[in-house]
């Protein structure tokens, strides 16, 4: 499992709204305390909404999950191009983040009607109109 793996795996786990211990979290990640409390720094630093401290425990108070949105073509299209930028950048972890994002909004998106479908399909946000 790779670092961002791990950093994403404990968020979800802290989704739950509970307590948790470090102990108990390396222990689940099979990663020592201390890379838990190394990686609780990281995901506060991304600025996720973590509460806690070692010792004691860490919890998310707030739902990290973002409320429906209703995008046109056009705001498709420019949310494509800043993604296709931001991966394209020299840091590995924004790269890594920006296609993560990207494909979450793929997952997320319906798949054209046939009759509208682009000729490559698996590319771009907006279909059609997410030419880059």
């Known amino acids: 499992m790779t670092r961002d793996e791990r950093l994403q795996q404990i968020i979800a786990i802290l989704r739950d709204g509970k307590m948790h211990r470090a102990r108990d979290l390396a222990a689940r990640l099979d990663v020592s305390e201390r890379t838990i409390w190394r990686d609780m720094a990281e995901i506060s630093a991304y600025g996720v909404p973590v509460e806690g401290e070692r010792g004691v425990g860490y919890i998310l108070r707030r ?6 949105l209703v995008l046109t073509k ?15 950048v020299e840091d590995p972890r ?29 590319e771009g946000l907006a279909g059609a109109e997410g030419s880059r």
């Open 74 to 88: 056009e705001e498709l299209s420019a949310l494509e191009h800043l993604l296709t930028l931001a991966e394209a």
């Open 63 to 68: 739902a990290m999950g973002l409320p429906p």
């Open 94 to 122: 924004l790269a890594a983040g920006a296609a993560s994002l990207a494909a979450k909004i793929r997952a997320a998106l319906p798949s054209p009607p046939a009759e509208d479908a682009p000729k490559d399909a698996g």
